[in-house]
């Protein structure tokens, strides 16, 4: 019996992120980690894990995984059914798994990202400070696979059964805050044309960044066809490409991009728009 | 010089030339709550942990700075083996109006510092180019260049630390027995960061 999980199956896609690797981006190396944070970090606190443990970010659900021993699992962000050995059990609550326990995911009903954490977290080597796939990057470990054997440190702390954590619902029309900048002057009157405007999630979109679909950002006089001296960019940061539709930086975002950013979404309200689906609707409130 | 705000936590400070970028970036190392100081061509981003004072400071940091005088870091001193035998070799030294073994020793013999790096991990952007090997990128970018393959573009010189695409003009290549640029089981992983000196060194 060995501290391991078996992976019999993906789902689309399932990849390894702890916290990440910020403060190496002047090196040119993006900061990953998990996009919808908050889930995380809760599915290692009910695993009894430190919150920067790292788990598996599932995008749509799919994954099994098989226990090599007893081990404490906690499946978190939205609402999505999961199954030990066939039979339901709770999301968003610690599960215990004896050796040769599979425990499958199905796929979530709204959003894109669900979280599995499990008891000493998955021990992989970290590279640059972190576990996290980088998939810009191809910096930690590849994509999971069928078959691949990934290893489980030891149990820290007990699990905690937090009473009652409600999976949360992500909506089919977002509102998200934006600071204004470090470019909004090269944009028409930037605050009201964001305010005005509603965008859809373009299927596109993936863990670089949120690729918006809607009436492209129009220049201010004197900075049509300008082009901008690459700059550091932050997580968050809403880029607007030549053709006017931004895209809003996620995890393993380039860490310099070369188009003006018009505003910021802080961080806080970056897990909502990791768990937007294609076609959902935003406005961005400068 | 200019702040512009980027989100709650960071700041984009904007100057006039890379020398003040680099004194800028050594002005704003250390401060509290510090997460990612990242200079660019004409510019250093600075970010912190949220809600830190450190965002507050930066502005008084760099009043006190004196932005013309050249940065003093704990920058390191990198030499690199190089083999000149890129594929845009002669192009480059017919361009600058040398023999192709002049423009060899024009680009071996510079001293050469770390400005920024980006474009993907461990890459590079070197100043210290000699005028004549200052040129444009390549008209039509190259869909794959090699691993390890040294370029020019403007007023910079760089290696292209993986295969990727790319429109820099290739005059050298690492040495096979040279250190990766970047490794990311390798502590540190980047061989090159900002501020360090570089020279190259022919090797055949």
Known sequence: MSRVLTVLATGPLALI??????????????????????????????AGNPEDAAGIECVLGGLSLRAGSSCTVAVTGPSVSVQVNGRLVDSHAPVHLRADDVVALGTPLSGVRTYLAV????????????????????IGPAPLAVGDVLPVGDPVGPPVGEDAVPPPSPPDFLAVPVVLGPRDDWFADAGAQLAAAVW??????????????????????????RELTSEGVVTGAIQVPANGRPVVFLADHPTTGGYPVVGVVPERHLAALAQARPGTRIRLRG | MRLRRCGPDAVLVEV???????????????????????PAARTVLVSFEPGSPGSRQVQAVLDQADLS?????????????????????????????????????????????????????????????????????LGNP???????????????????????????????????????????????????????????????
């Open chain 2, 142 to 204: 190259r869909t794959r260049v090699p691993t390890g393959s040294v370029g020019v573009a403007g007023e910079f010189t760089g290696i292209y630390p993986r295969s990727s695409p790319g429109g820099w003009r290739l005059v050298a290549r690492l040495a096979d027995d040279a250190a990766a640029l970047f490794d990311p089981t390798r502590e540190p992983a980047a061989l090159l960061s900002p501020g360090d000196r570089v020279r190259f060194e022919v090797v055949s």
């Open chain 2, 69 to 137: 005088a050249a940065p003093v870091g704990d920058s390191a001193d990198v030499t690199l083996p190089v083999v000149y035998d890129g594929a845009d070799l002669e192009l480059v030294a017919e361009t600058a109006g040398l023999s192709v073994d002049e423009a060899i020793a024009l680009h071996s013999s510079a001293d050469y510092t770390v400005a920024f790096c980006g474009f993907a991990p461990g890459f590079a952007y070197l100043t210290g180019l000699p005028e004549l090997l200052q040129q444009p990128r």
């Open chain 1, 17 to 46: 992120e702890d916290l990440g690797r910020p403060g190496h981006a002047h090196l040119g190396v993006p900061p990953s980690g998990a996009l919808d944070v908050p889930s995380l970090r809760l599915a290692n606190r009910l």
């Open chain 1, 119 to 138: 008891s000493g977290g998955i021990t992989v080597s970290p590279q640059l400070g972190s576990r996290s796939t980088d998939l810009l990057s191809g």
């Open chain 1, 200 to 225: 859809s999630v373009s299927p596109e979109s993936n863990r670089v960044g949120l690729r918006l679909l809607g009436d492209p950002l129009r220049r201010a006089p004197g900075f049509e066809g």
């Open chain 2, 16 to 38: 006039d030339s890379l020398s003040e970028v680099a004194a800028a970036r050594a002005a704003l190392t250390g401060l509290p709550g510090l997460v990612e100081l990242v």
